[in-house]
């Protein structure tokens, strides 16, 4: 168990650019959840797969953000034409299909934009 | 939008007291989750407390739950310098849906 790996860890980008980021989940897990966490506030939720399907978004996902997961393995989350308030920690979780949801969450990828 | 607010927002003690960070909450949930985040670091989970109870320990970790009052409060005993991060409360409500809504979190100081 590798546990939940996400890629890059640090990115910065220029306002007006694209970026993508990964998220491997723990390989067992059907699982897998995208957060974004700024400065001193928790991790807000931002969507939610079971295998490939999508089934939860968050009104905070805008259509400047998709977030994939193909094959029902890893995932990523695109953001369109960045923002400076797009600057935050992009976390990924992934869990079993326990009914009490324990997450196991990635280090993060952190989000810089000039 | 954050589900729950911690209190204290920041808590420092001395290495070998007790910490205690409470968690409140807006609506009914299915389950209960208490997460500390390591400075720059990703979250890990600390233990998980159903709805339909009422206290649960974990090592030094001691949960309660009041559904009546949607409060929760994390109590740390013989607390060490290797505690000190940030501590979030996180709900789902069940039926169905994922979603988890983390607290704005109680960062704790353990002071060797």
């Known amino acids: 168990d590798t546990g939940v790996s996400q890629n890059p860890r640090h990115k910065i980008t220029k306002r007006g650019q694209n970026v993508t980021f990964r998220c491997d989940p723990i390989?067992?897990?059907?699982?897998l959840y995208w957060y974004r966490q700024t400065l001193g506030q928790g991790p807000e939720f931002l969507t939610y797969?079971?295998?490939?399907?999508?089934?939860?978004k968050s009104r905070l996902l805008s259509d400047r953000f998709s977030a994939e997961r193909p094959k029902g393995s890893f995932s990523t989350l695109e953001i369109q034409r960045t923002e400076q308030g797009d600057s935050a920690m992009y976390l990924c979780?992934?869990?079993?299909?326990?009914?009490?949801?324990?997450?196991?969450f990635g280090p993060g990828t952190r989000l810089t934009v000039l | 939008s954050q589900q729950g607010e911690e209190d204290p927002q920041a808590l420092s003690i001395q290495e070998g007291e007790n910490a205690t960070m409470n968690c409140s909450y807006k609506?009914?949930?299915?389950?209960l989750q208490w997460y500390r985040q390591n400075s720059g670091r990703g979250l890990v989970h600390l233990i998980l407390?159903?709805?339909?109870?009422r206290e649960k320990h974990s090592g030094r970790l001691r949960v309660t739950l009041d559904t009546s009052k949607k409060s929760s409060s994390l109590l740390i005993t013989a607390s060490r310098a290797a505690d000190t991060a940030s501590y979030f409360c996180?709900?789902?409500?069940?039926?169905?849906?994922?979603?988890?809504?983390f607290g704005t979190g109680t960062k704790l100081q353990v002071i060797p």
């Open positions: 407390i159903r709805s339909n109870e």
């Open positions: 609506t009914s949930i299915n389950n």
């Open positions: 797969f079971q295998n490939e399907a999508q089934l939860e």
């Open positions: 996180a709900t789902d409500r069940g039926g169905g849906y994922q979603k988890v809504t």
């Open positions: 979780a992934s869990s079993s299909s326990s009914p009490y949801n324990e997450q196991f």
């Open positions: 390989s067992e897990h059907n699982r």
